[in-house]
């Protein structure tokens, strides 16, 4: 009995520690909003929608409002589908092989978080300044050069762990940014197959 106490004991803290270590969780869903700023016009705009993520890799970000747009991938697809503003008309499909680099903006989403697999403080593609309620990510030369990202901004409601995550803000290396905020967190979720497959829907 004594043994099996300590065994528990020590399961619990190796846990706990690695828990600490890995501030990505294997998998998570959230609602978001999305604001950026228009390059002409200098206007912000806003969109709302939900986000599905697997590590390594897998995601699915579906915008709902004001405008449809899915981006869909998975370790062999990449799927972007933009509805079409007259509902009358079919939106615009695009299927290609991981194999082939496209995807822009989303696609710099999906390699960032897969960097947030492990223990931030130690990473070797950014260092990590922190104050309360902030990490701040500086990203190295190399990594700017491959993800065309220069900083990254986090914030936390409070305690420093990815459900408390408020916001996020990514510099890219054409000065422009990226801002999402989160709602609603779940970690560790588990997900069938076809949550990141893109199918069109039938009428």
Not at 46 to 69: A, C, N, T, W
């Amino acid at each position: 009995m004594r043994n099996l106490l300590v065994a528990i004991f020590l399961f619990v803290i190796c846990n706990a520690l690695w828990a600490k270590k890995n501030f990505m969780p294997s998998s998570f869903t959230a609602e978001f909003e999305e604001v950026r700023l228009t390059s002409l016009r200098k206007k912000i705009k806003k969109s709302y929608g939900d986000i599905y993520y697997k590590y390594p890799g897998q995601i699915r970000f579906e915008v709902k409002r004001p405008h449809r747009l899915v981006f869909v991938r998975n370790m062999k697809k990449t799927w972007i589908y933009r509805a079409s503003l007259h509902p009358e008309e079919p939106g615009q499909l695009t299927e290609t092989s991981n194999s082939k680099k496209r995807g822009g903006q989303r696609m710099r989403i999906v390699a960032f978080l897969d960097l947030l697999k492990g223990d931030l403080a130690k990473s070797k593609q950014f260092k990590m300044k922190k104050s309360k309620g902030v990490r701040i990510l500086h990203f190295n030369k190399s990594s700017q050069k491959e993800l065309g990202l220069t900083k990254a901004t986090l914030e936390f409601k409070e305690k420093f762990n990815f459900k408390n995550l408020n916001s996020l803000e990514i510099l890219k290396s054409d000065g422009k940014k990226i801002h999402f905020n989160f709602f609603n967190i779940q970690v560790n979720k588990k997900f069938i197959d076809s949550t990141f497959i893109y199918k069109r829907k039938k009428k």
